[in-house]
């Protein structure tokens, strides 16, 4: 099989050509079930657990350039849920018996082709509709990183990625809400301008 092709940073929103294929299957994934002080209650499959709107464990990851920008991804036609949507670097799930921060030090590189340092900043929940009857339930660990380099994303996952400033992105998802996964809409809502300003300098 031909070497995966490299995908530049050039500080533009970059399409990607086709690499290998997922590193994870949905259908036979599991989260840890908690409760909302993040005590483990017990585990279900990933999908189930989306199905029945079960409150999970969940890591999610910003990535900032050393100008401050942030990473965005947009997430591939195939996701099950959120598909074709703006998020942050990366989100995913602990597997049981596993850390968050291991998890989300995991996940990074399977998705973007990339490891950096990741650092806790917050815990958040939020539920939502995310449509075809699925509903995420989640309380969330985030990280947030620092990368300045190449980035090969799965486009099993990514069909695009973007480096982008705060102002920017507060004007976008204020004129296009519909073009970003709720997730990412309540982390800038709630954390703003904030989660913009660890690790630069």
């Avoid at 994934?29 to 908690?34: K, R, S």
Wanted: proline share 6%; net charge negative.
């Amino acid at each position: 099989m031909a070497p995966a092709p490299r995908i530049p940073y050039n500080g533009d929103a970059t399409s990607l050509a086709a690499i290998d294929g997922p590193l994870m299957d949905d259908a036979l994934e599991q989260v840890i079930l908690v409760d909302l002080d993040d005590r483990e209650i017990g585990r279900a499959g990933k999908l189930e657990a989306h199905r029945l709107g079960q409150l999970h464990r969940a890591v999610s990851i910003c990535v900032l350039d050393s100008a401050g920008r942030m990473l965005l991804q947009r997430r591939a036609a195939g996701k099950y849920h959120s598909a074709g949507l703006w998020a942050n670097a990366c989100c995913s799930h602990p597997r049981p018996d596993e850390a968050t921060d291991a998890a989300a030090l995991r996940r990074l590189p399977e998705e973007l082709g990339f490891s950096c340092p990741l650092t806790p900043f917050a815990r958040t929940h939020y539920r939502a509709d995310v449509g075809s009857g699925l509903i995420e339930d989640e309380l969330v660990h985030l990280f947030v990183g620092r990368h300045q380099g190449d980035i090969r994303p799965d486009p099993a996952e990514v069909s695009e990625v973007a480096w982008v400033a705060y102002d920017d992105l507060q004007a976008n998802i204020a004129e296009n809400p519909q073009n970003y996964a709720y997730w990412f809409r309540h982390y800038v809502a709630t954390f703003g301008e904030r989660l913009f300003a660890p690790l630069v300098g």
